[in-house]
């Protein structure tokens, strides 16, 4: 192997190094986001529709204030099993390169160096205690004119997302 190639590898490797290790600390990063959604259905209906939707995805209600006309759900996120798992072979494999890229540099340590593969599954366990928390879902149901009711939803995006495909709303922007 060329000489001069040694350097520029090794910093390809820490560049890589330094995105996965960024890359593992965004897994358990909260994506708490705020909508607006509109719906055509009486508030009634809406509001006996959302309770049986967080019934059913396990969540409870936290709080209910009547004079906002606000609820809010509380419900425990469970952590990916495929998440942990996938982060921990991630880390083993940037690890490894980093491995192979010092041992070029300091040949007299590769084997020495092998022992750094035994810390991959730090990646695995810190995303597991991360990303395994409460996780709240904040409701806020206003008339907006005509029979539409307006919700401002505050969730994580994800939450979001799956509220929408299990219940018909319209975005307050796609109204406009």
Do not use: C
């Not at 909508?35 to 939707?53: G, W």
């Not at 209600?61 to 921990?88: C, D």
């Not at 084997?111 to 409460?134: C, D, E, H, M, Q």
């Amino acid at each position: 192997m060329n000489t001069a190639t040694i350097p520029s590898l090794f910093v390809l490797t820490l560049v890589l190094a330094t995105g996965l290790f960024f890359f593992i600390r965004a897994s358990a990063k909260d994506r708490t986001e705020q909508v607006e959604l509109i719906s055509q259905q009486p508030e009634a209906a809406l509001m006996a529709q959302l309770q049986e939707y967080f019934d059913r995805r396990a969540y409870r209600v936290e709080s209910l204030n009547q004079e906002n006309n606000s609820v809010t759900f509380t419900g425990l996120v469970r952590p990916s099993i495929f998440l942990a798992i996938l982060l921990t072979i991630l880390a083993s494999a940037g690890i490894f390169s980093l491995i192979l890229a010092l041992s070029t540099l300091f040949p007299s340590l590769g084997k020495v160096l092998l022992l750094l593969l035994l810390a991959s599954p730090i990646a695995g366990i810190f995303y597991w205690r991360k990303a395994g928390r409460t996780e709240q879902v904040s409701l806020k149901l206003q008339p907006s004119g005509d029979q539409d009711v307006s919700i401002w939803v505050k969730a994580h995006r994800d939450e979001i997302l799956e509220l929408r495909q299990a219940i018909p709303f319209t975005e307050a922007s796609e109204r406009e």
